[in-house]
């Protein structure tokens, strides 16, 4: 099963209903999530407008979509986009999400999570649509409670390298509750924990550990792990996170409500760059460079309210998550 099909399989047929042959505003579509969201959608005869700069999003993603006739790229900052269309759902994904890319682009990962966010809320209101917010797991930053329930309000280094982010997807938030309460606009808000698969980026400061990882072990290059390797985070698998942010967009139990999508399964990073090294046959080794500053130190979500509220449950394994996209990152190189 392809993962298209594997999300919309996971879809009740009211979810399905609620998104089918709707008009929808996917900021950061041409990314790694957003472009997940545009295909799942496209399937379900909706129309994709498409927004993204190309900043950390890949034109390869969406290169299958664009005969769609239901699909339209717009190019352009979240920022500075205006439009006169109205939209029934506005996914706001457009963000660097990277943390070695966006600690050298601050201003623009705090633009894109706030003025963006204000302009998509605004365009929300005009289009009476539903808005969904891709919040992140960083706003709880270094936690202290774990597994961590959205009513844990956070430990953020306000002004620390990666308060960009934390704080953006922070500032974020407090604007889709202050739209949702002054103004009763539909606002769901998505914390998603670290997710991998097809499309993650690999090159440069665009990487993440496990895309990363997979790319240097299948090159039998170095694996580079940022400080001791005992820090942990909880990897969730595409098709799973998408699943999860879809059943958020259409419940109707979560209006002005706040999820955590990720899985259960905490990982240390260095059993993760073992891992990865059995289930590539690698030769790599593992060296260990300085840690990444302000770098949370445990990441593993509650996500009872999820389980409850929207029936979604992570159904793919670390493991089998990885062998799925070694087998993609395979056929790309052909
Ligand atoms: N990491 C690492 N080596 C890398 C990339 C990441 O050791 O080449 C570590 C990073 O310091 C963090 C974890 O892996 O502790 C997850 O990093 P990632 O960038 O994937 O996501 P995030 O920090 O946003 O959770």
């Excluded at 609620?18 to 041409?30: E, H, I, P, S, W």
């Excluded at 999003?57 to 006739?69: A, D, M, T």
């Excluded at 009476?128 to 202290?144: I, K, L, P």
Aim: net charge neutral; charged share 25%.
């Amino acid at each position: 099963m392809n993962e298209v099909n594997e999300i919309l399989s996971q879809l009740t047929t009211e979810e399905k209903e609620k998104l089918r042959a709707k008009k929808v505003l996917v900021t950061g579509g041409g990314g790694f999530l957003g472009s997940w969201i545009g295909e799942t959608l496209l399937a379900l005869d909706t129309k994709v407008y498409c927004l993204d700069n190309f900043s950390t999003g890949v034109r390869r993603n969406i290169e299958s979509l664009k005969n769609n006739k239901n699909f339209r790229l717009i190019e352009g900052d979240v920022e500075n986009f205006e439009t006169d269309e109205s939209f029934d759902f506005v996914f706001h994904f457009a963000s660097r999400p990277a943390p070695d890319d966006y600690v050298l682009h601050p201003v623009e990962t705090l633009k894109a999570n706030s003025i963006g966010t204000l302009k998509m809320l605004e365009l929300s209101k005009k289009s009476n649509a539903t808005f969904v917010y891709a919040s992140s797991s960083e706003v709880y930053g270094d936690a202290e409670v774990i597994p961590t329930p959205e009513d844990y309000w956070g430990k953020v280094n306000p002004i620390g390298v990666r308060s960009c982010y934390d704080e953006g997807k922070r500032f974020s938030e407090a604007l889709c509750m202050a739209y949702f309460r002054e103004c009763n606009l539909d606002v769901r808000i998505v914390r998603i924990f670290n997710t991998f698969g097809p499309r993650l980026r690999a090159d440069g400061t665009y990487g993440r550990a496990i895309s990363r990882f997979l790319t240097q072990a299948l090159g039998h290059q170095p694996i580079t792990i940022y400080g001791d390797g005992q820090q942990t985070r909880s990897f969730t698998y595409v098709t799973d996170t998408v699943t999860g942010i879809l059943k958020v967009a259409t419940s109707g139990l979560a209006k002005g409500e706040v999820f955590n999508i990720g899985n259960t399964e905490e990982t240390k990073i260095i059993d993760l760059a073992t891992l990865i090294i059995k289930l590539t046959e690698s030769k790599s080794k593992i060296i260990f460079l300085p840690p990444a500053k302000d770098d949370p130190r445990r990441r593993r979500p509650d996500i009872t309210k999820a389980m409850l509220t929207l029936k979604w449950a992570p159904r793919v394994s670390i493991e089998e998550g990885i062998k799925r996209t070694i087998e993609w990152l395979k056929n790309q190189k052909i």
